[in-house]
């Protein structure tokens, strides 16, 4: 061992620097070679509809908040977004996107609807037969 702490040719452990990343080398080629020529040009998709991305936020806030008005509210802005895709979509110069979002903000909002309305007629049966019992 040397003075160092590496051995004799070697240097010591921990000081060697990486080598630099060249990138992702294509088939058939060098780096150099792929500098520009070949690399996949990526787009940009379709602009986002804002009033689907509200649908969706006030149907996943519906959890949290008073559950009825705000998925209700998600369902008119769905149908609103909707409407708004299908005519960019048939207009010249670029559609809209969010359909998904749309889709997602419906199924939220109705599952939503359906467990307030299960916790309604929960209420009203345990009502009833806590009404029944007490007039035995």
Do not use: C, K
């Not at 051995?7 to 060249?22: D, I, L, S, T, V």
């Not at 780096?31 to 990526?42: E, F, I, L, V």
């Not at 991305?53 to 705000?70: E, R």
């Not at 939503?112 to 009404?131: D, H, M, Q, S």
């Amino acid at each position: 061992m040397s003075e160092h702490g590496g051995e004799q040719g070697r240097p010591p452990y921990g000081r060697q620097a990486p080598p630099p990343y060249a990138g992702p080398v294509p088939p058939g080629g060098s780096a150099a070679s792929w500098a520009g020529a070949g690399r996949p040009q990526y787009l940009p998709g379709p602009r986002t509809e804002d009033t689907a991305v509200w649908a969706l936020v006030l149907a996943i806030a519906s959890f949290a908040i008073f559950p009825v008005v705000p998925a209700i509210i998600a369902l008119f802005l769905a149908s609103s977004a909707e409407r708004t895709i299908r005519e960019s979509q048939q207009a010249p110069g670029g559609a809209l996107g969010g359909q998904e979002m749309v889709r997602a903000a419906r199924i939220v909002a109705w599952i939503n609807l359906g467990i307030a309305l299960a916790v309604v007629v929960l209420i009203v049966v345990v009502v009833l037969v806590l009404v029944a019992i007490g007039g035995a």
